[in-house]
C-alpha cells in the first residue's frame, strides 16, 4: 500500500544552522534537518510526539494536530524546535507522509522520496479511473488525452488548498469567448500546475484535468475541472469541479449530461 501525502509540514533550514533533528524516513533511513532552538516573529514550534505502540513518531505545527493526536494515544514529547511556516530562500520544505500499513509517520525534505513512495496512477492505470468513474457521461465521441507517463493523486486537504491559493473563482464572468468557462477551467489547470513545477513541491505531475462536455443536444458547450485524490488507505476517489465557483462534486451528480474530451 502507497504512503498517504500529508504534504508539507514546515520549512527547515538548508544552511545546517541550528539544531538538528534525525526524522525516520524511507526504508529505516533518517532525514536530517535543521531547526532553531530560539522562538522569534517569523518561526513557529515543531512539536514532537510519540507512540509507542506503533514506534510512531509525529511532528507537526498545529496545536490542534497536538491535541487530536494525544486523543489518540501519542505522548507529547515537547517541542522539537522552530521552525519556518512558510517558504523562503533559506529553507527547504519537510514533506510528511503516512505509512497505513506500518501505522507510521515518514519525513523528508527530498519531494521525489514521496512521489516514489506515495499514491500514484500510471497512465494506463488514470484512463482505467477515468473510463470507470466517467462512464454514465461518455457520449458516442469519447477522446481521453494524458500527456504524462505517470500522476500524483494529492489529498482533497491540499487540492483544495490550491484552488483556494488561485482564487480562480473570484474572477468575474467577463464576456463569451474572453473569460468563459473554458478560461476558468485553464486557469485552474494553471494553478496545479505552477504548484507542482514553479513552487517545486512535486516530481510529477497532479491528476488534475480539464473535462470538455455539455447537454445532449449540445454536447460540447462547457468546460469543468477533475481532480483523483487519495483517501490515504490505497484509495483514489475523482470529483468534477466547477472551476467558476471551486464546488466541488461527485460524478454521480452528472453537472455535465455527457462528455467528449478528457485532458490531463
Not at 520549512?11 to 533518517?30: A, C, I, M, T
Not at 507529547?76 to 509517520?105: E, I, N, S
Not at 455539455?214 to 469541479?241: C, R, T, Y
Request: glycine residues 6%; proline residues 4%.
Amino acid at each position: 500500500m502507497a504512503w498517504a501525502d500529508e504534504g508539507i509540514e514546515c520549512y527547515v533550514s538548508n544552511e545546517k544552522k541550528g539544531e538538528s533533528l534525525e526524522l525516520p524516513s524511507e526504508g529505516g533511513k533518517k532525514c536530517t534537518c535543521y531547526v532553531s532552538a530560539r522562538i522569534s516573529k517569523v518561526l513557529v514550534p515543531l512539536y514532537h510526539l510519540y507512540n509507542q505502540q506503533y514506534d510512531d513518531h509525529l511532528y507537526c505545527t498545529s496545536s490542534e494536530e497536538v491535541d487530536e493526536f494525544k486523543g489518540k494515544g501519542y505522548k507529547d514529547q515537547g517541542r522539537a524546535g522552530c521552525v519556518r511556516p512558510h517558504k523562503v530562500g533559506t529553507h527547504d520544505p519537510l514533506f510528511r507522509a503516512y505509512d497505513p500499513d506500518a501505522k507510521r509517520h515518514f519525513y523528508t525534505t527530498d519531494v521525489t522520496v514521496i512521489d516514489k513512495n506515495g499514491p500514484t496512477l500510471t497512465r494506463d492505470a488514470l484512463e482505467t479511473v477515468l473510463k470507470k468513474e466517467l462512464d454514465g457521461y461518455f457520449a458516442e465521441r469519447k477522446d481521453i488525452f494524458l500527456a504524462d507517463d505517470k500522476y500524483f493523486c494529492t489529498t482533497r486537504k491540499t487540492a483544495e488548498a490550491i484552488i483556494k491559493e488561485a482564487k480562480v473563482n473570484d474572477k468575474e464572468y467577463f464576456a463569451p469567448d474572453v473569460g468563459d468557462c473554458d478560461d476558468y477551467a485553464h486557469l485552474l489547470k494553471s494553478a496545479f500546475i505552477v504548484d507542482a513545477w514553479i513552487d517545486k513541491k512535486r516530481s510529477l505531475p497532479y491528476a488534475f484535468g480539464i473535462l470538455w462536455g455539455g447537454q445532449q443536444d449540445d454536447p460540447a458547450n462547457h468546460a469543468m475541472n477533475f481532480v483523483i485524490v487519495s483517501g490515504g488507505d490505497g484509495s483514489f476517489e475523482l470529483w468534477v469541479i466547477e472551476p467558476k465557483d471551486s464546488t466541488w462534486y461527485e460524478p454521480s451528480k452528472k453537472k455535465l449530461e455527457s462528455i467528449c474530451l478528457v485532458i490531463c
